[in-house]
């Protein structure tokens, strides 16, 4: 006979989870939209700073190859509270390294950080998406990223404001990772204790959890291979704007620090409305037309960004772009989390494949832009967002998984998990420590 397990409360489990996807946008929004004011600070070329993106992406990538194993023995719970807490002390670092230090290695030796810390924050949240997901028996995971989309509107919001005002960099990266601290400690407290996720056999000590071999084994699999590929792609277009759009509009129409910041808080509300939107799309047409769709808005509205030098038609060019790169990657992650047993694995394998975006992306085009200017480097993502189309088949959707129907939800129903009192554990359902 199983022992019971306490199934955790979906309402305050799934506003935790909506939390730190919110949190973690605006931390990657206070680096993104301050990327002219830093590398002015610290007086580098285009391609010197590609570096510095290469440096965050390097860290992220080790972030996200251990991610699974660090889960696994530690549990979201942990690995949230350590992640955010690395990337917000790191945000005060870069501030002080870039403004206050003018120092290059300091700047880059926190941006590594902030990576590794913001790869494991990725694969964790996004474990636990998908774990609300499956008690809700519903495919919410776009919502959950729309809620880092917001994140990112607020923080490039404050961003431009800050810089119209002339805040340094050290002041307003110290302040909001303070805030993103205290934030963490209160959310993190909401989130379900691992050894009682349901579905999530991977997750956290226990007799379920799966062996390091089979966490490895995950990457011999095509279908995850190639719901990879379609990550690859849709990071690319989503984190080209994030890493360059500001500095390309800067640099390729000759417009201030502060439009520069509003032409990627266009994009952050594009791709927030993309998210929202997205589930009700996702029920009508299912996962693969949807992805295909996208891939094609987001290319021809990033062909519009590189060639019009007109603010309206660009402003719709960065509108489209960011709209069709909403979806990639949050359905790539429910996608990828269709088996909940190994649902941490397949997660971080598939994230360390679209990271890889941010990886060569930066220097790619940063290298390309010291050459032909940053517009025209951007000509290489639209090419991979055309191969995430082509992939999308492989992010069919399967028996059981989220996106199905309620049924398919093993253990726990949305009204079951409404209340705390304990219930019967299912075979799917972590027994309790």
Same mark, same amino acid.
């Given at each position: 006979?199983?022992?019971?397990?306490?199934?955790?409360?979906?309402?305050?489990?799934?506003?935790?989870?909506?939390?730190?996807?919110?949190?973690?946008?605006?931390?990657?929004?206070?680096?993104?939209?301050?990327?002219? !004011?830093?590398?002015?600070?610290?007086?580098?070329?285009?391609?010197?700073?590609?570096?510095?993106?290469?440096?965050?992406?390097?860290?992220?990538? *080790?972030?996200?190859?251990?991610?699974?194993?660090?889960?696994?023995?530690?549990?979201?719970?942990?690995?949230?509270?350590?992640?955010?807490?690395?990337?917000?002390?790191?945000?005060?670092?870069?501030?002080?390294?870039?403004?206050?230090?003018?120092?290059?290695?300091?700047?880059?030796?926190?941006?590594?950080?902030?990576?590794?810390?913001?790869?494991?924050?990725?694969?964790?949240?996004?474990?636990?998406?998908?774990?609300?997901?499956?008690?809700?028996?519903?495919?919410?995971? /776009?919502?959950?990223?729309?809620?880092?989309?917001?994140?990112?509107?607020?923080?490039?919001?404050? !961003? $431009?404001?800050?810089?119209? =005002?002339?805040?340094?960099?050290?002041?307003?990266?110290?302040? *909001?990772?303070? =805030?993103?601290? *205290?934030?963490?400690?209160?959310?993190?407290?909401?989130? /379900?204790?691992?050894?009682?996720? /349901?579905?999530?056999?991977?997750?956290?000590?226990? /007799?379920?959890?799966?062996?390091?071999?089979?966490?490895?084994?995950?990457?011999?699999?095509?279908?995850?291979?190639?719901?990879?590929?379609?990550?690859?792609?849709? $990071?690319?277009?989503?984190?080209?704007?994030?890493?360059?759009?500001? =500095?390309?509009?800067?640099? %390729?129409?000759?417009?201030?620090?502060?439009?520069?910041?509003?032409?990627?808080?266009?994009?952050?509300?594009?791709?927030?409305?993309?998210?929202?939107?997205?589930?009700?799309?996702?029920?009508?047409?299912?996962?693969?037309?949807?992805?295909?769709?996208?891939?094609?808005?987001?290319?021809?509205?990033?062909?519009?960004?590189?060639?019009?030098?007109?603010?309206?038609?660009?402003?719709?060019?960065?509108?489209?772009?960011?709209?069709?790169?909403?979806?990639?990657?949050?359905?790539?992650?429910?996608?990828?989390?269709?088996?909940?047993?190994?649902?941490?694995?397949?997660?971080? $394998?598939?994230?360390?494949?679209?990271?890889?975006?941010?990886?060569?992306?930066?220097?790619?085009?940063?290298?390309? %832009?010291?050459?032909?200017?940053?517009?025209?480097?951007?000509?290489?993502?639209?090419?991979?967002? =055309?191969?995430?189309?082509? !992939?999308?088949?492989? !992010?069919?959707?399967?028996?059981?998984?989220?996106?199905?129907?309620?049924?398919?939800?093993?253990?726990?129903?949305?009204?079951?998990?409404?209340?705390?009192?304990?219930?019967?554990?299912?075979?799917? $359902?972590?027994?309790?420590?």
């Amino acid at each position: 006979m199983s022992s019971p397990t306490i199934v955790p409360r979906l309402a305050p489990w799934r506003f935790a989870v909506f939390a730190v996807f919110a949190l973690s946008g605006i931390t990657m929004a206070t680096w993104v939209a301050r990327t002219p !004011a830093i590398r002015d600070a610290l007086d580098v070329r285009t391609d010197e700073f590609g570096i510095l993106i290469f440096g965050m992406a390097a860290g992220s990538i *080790v972030g996200l190859l251990g991610s699974s194993h660090i889960i696994a023995r530690l549990g979201t719970r942990r690995v949230i509270l350590m992640g955010v807490l690395a990337t917000s002390l790191s945000l005060i670092g870069l501030g002080v390294g870039a403004q206050t230090l003018g120092s290059y290695a300091f700047a880059l030796g926190s941006l590594v950080v902030f990576g590794a810390g913001a790869g494991i924050t990725d694969v964790a949240m996004n474990v636990e998406g998908a774990g609300v997901e499956r008690a809700q028996g519903r495919a919410i995971m /776009p919502w959950f990223h729309a809620s880092w989309s917001i994140g990112t509107v607020i923080g490039a919001a404050v !961003a $431009a404001a800050v810089a119209d =005002l002339g805040v340094g960099v050290d002041w307003h990266a110290g302040v *909001v990772g303070v =805030l993103l601290i *205290v934030a963490v400690l209160f959310v993190v407290r909401l989130l /379900p204790r691992d050894e009682v996720l /349901p579905g999530l056999d991977d997750d956290g000590p226990g /007799p379920g959890r799966t062996t390091w071999r089979e966490r490895l084994s995950i990457w011999r699999e095509p279908r995850i291979l190639f719901i990879g590929l379609i990550v690859l792609g849709m $990071a690319f277009a989503e984190g080209s704007a994030n890493d360059w759009l500001a =500095l390309a509009v800067v640099d %390729g129409r000759g417009v201030d620090e502060t439009t520069g910041a509003l032409a990627f808080g266009i994009f952050a509300v594009a791709m927030t409305t993309g998210r929202i939107a997205g589930v009700w799309v996702l029920d009508r047409f299912g996962r693969v037309p949807v992805l295909r769709g996208s891939a094609v808005l987001a290319a021809v509205g990033l062909a519009v960004v590189i060639t019009v030098d007109q603010p309206v038609i660009a402003g719709l060019g960065i509108f489209a772009w960011g709209l069709g790169s909403s979806l990639g990657f949050p359905v790539g992650m429910s996608a990828a989390a269709d088996d909940p047993r190994r649902a941490a694995a397949a997660v971080a $394998a598939v994230a360390t494949v679209g990271y890889f975006a941010f990886l060569v992306g930066p220097p790619v085009i940063g290298f390309l %832009g010291e050459q032909i200017g940053l517009l025209n480097a951007l000509w290489v993502v639209l090419v991979l967002i =055309l191969v995430a189309a082509v !992939a999308s088949g492989a !992010a069919r959707e399967r028996g059981g998984s989220a996106g199905g129907a309620a049924a398919g939800a093993p253990g726990v129903g949305g009204a079951a998990a409404e209340s705390s009192a304990p219930a019967a554990a299912s075979s799917d $359902a972590k027994p309790a420590g």
